[in-house]
C-alpha cells in the first residue's frame, strides 16, 4: 500500500510559476515509477509526465513539453513537478500516481495503481 499526499498547487498568473511535490508513504518508494496527471473541469483526466525508478528516464505529454520538468527524491520520498510559463489551459487538479509495472514509462490511467487526492493549479489570464 502507498499512500501519495500532493501539495504546491495554488494561484498564479499567465507565464508564471509554481512546483508541485508528492510525498510518499512507506519505505519502497524507489520501487515504483511515478507520474503526474491533470484533470480540468469537464474534462477527462489526461496525462502529464512519468520518471522511471531511478529518475534518469522521463516523458511528458506533448502539451507540456519544454515547459515542465518531473523529478524525484528517492531519499525523500518524493516525487515533483516543475511547471514554468503556465498558461490558463494549465488549469486542473493534479494528481501524482504509481505504478510498479516492469515497463516504467506509462502514460494511461489504468496502468497506475495509487493516485494521490489531487492539488488545484488555478493559472489567471
Known amino acids: 500500500q502507498v499512500q501519495l499526499v500532493e501539495s504546491g498547487g495554488g494561484l498564479v498568473q499567465a507565464g508564471g510559476s509554481l512546483r508541485l511535490s508528492c510525498a510518499a508513504s512507506?519505505?519502497?518508494?524507489?520501487?515504483?515509477?511515478m507520474g503526474w496527471f491533470r484533470q480540468a473541469p469537464g474534462k477527462e483526466r489526461e496525462f502529464v509526465a512519468t520518471?522511471?525508478?531511478?529518475?534518469?528516464?522521463?516523458y511528458y505529454a506533448d502539451s507540456v513539453k519544454g515547459r515542465f520538468t518531473i523529478s524525484r527524491d528517492n531519499t525523500k520520498n518524493t516525487v515533483y513537478l516543475q511547471m514554468n510559463s503556465l498558461k490558463p489551459e494549465d488549469t486542473a487538479v493534479y494528481y501524482c500516481?504509481?505504478?510498479?509495472?516492469?515497463?516504467?514509462?506509462?502514460?494511461?490511467?489504468?496502468?497506475?495503481?495509487?493516485w494521490g487526492q489531487g492539488t488545484q493549479v488555478t493559472v489567471s489570464s
Open positions: 512507506g519505505r519502497t518508494f524507489g520501487n515504483y515509477a
Open positions: 500516481a504509481s505504478h510498479s509495472r516492469l515497463l516504467p514509462i506509462r502514460i494511461q490511467i489504468s496502468d497506475y495503481d495509487y
Open positions: 520518471i522511471n525508478r531511478g529518475g534518469d528516464r522521463t
